[in-house]
């Protein structure tokens, strides 16, 4: 059984940080892409950030710059660092993995959440 459990969510000030980490379990994390997902209230899912098994990452070009999506494969776990945060960066944060190995849709496990909001 497959979970994902996302933490390090919060409230925090326009242009503080954050870090938010990814916890997996039941799959060979280290064979799997990870990406970060983000939605908004009353706006559509959106990826934020994805690192591959080798460590190649890209990002939306709204985060580029601020956000570092990092991985270690010895402790299964996938994080987020988030830096000069701006209200529009408000959302509830998913972790995602695709249903496979060494596949890049990341349409299988989601974790439940992590509520970062951002005031000004």
């Known amino acids: 059984q497959v979970q994902v459990v996302e933490s390090g969510g919060g409230l925090v000030q326009s242009g503080g940080s954050l870090r938010l980490s990814c916890t997996v379990s039941?799959?060979?994390?280290?064979?799997?892409?990870m990406g970060w997902f983000r939605q908004a209230p009353g706006k559509e899912r959106e990826k934020v950030a994805q690192i591959d098994l080798d460590y190649k990452t890209n990002y939306a070009d709204s985060v580029k710059g601020r956000f570092t999506i990092s991985r270690d494969n010895a402790k299964n776990t996938l994080y987020l660092q988030m830096n000069s945060l701006k209200r529009d960066d408000t959302a509830t944060y998913y972790c995602?993995?695709?249903?496979?190995?060494?596949?890049?849709?990341?349409?299988?496990?989601w974790g439940q959440g992590t509520q970062v909001t951002v005031s000004s």
């Open positions: 039941g799959l060979p994390f280290a064979d799997y892409a």
């Open positions: 995602a993995a695709p249903d496979v190995p060494y596949a890049c849709v990341f349409n299988a496990y």
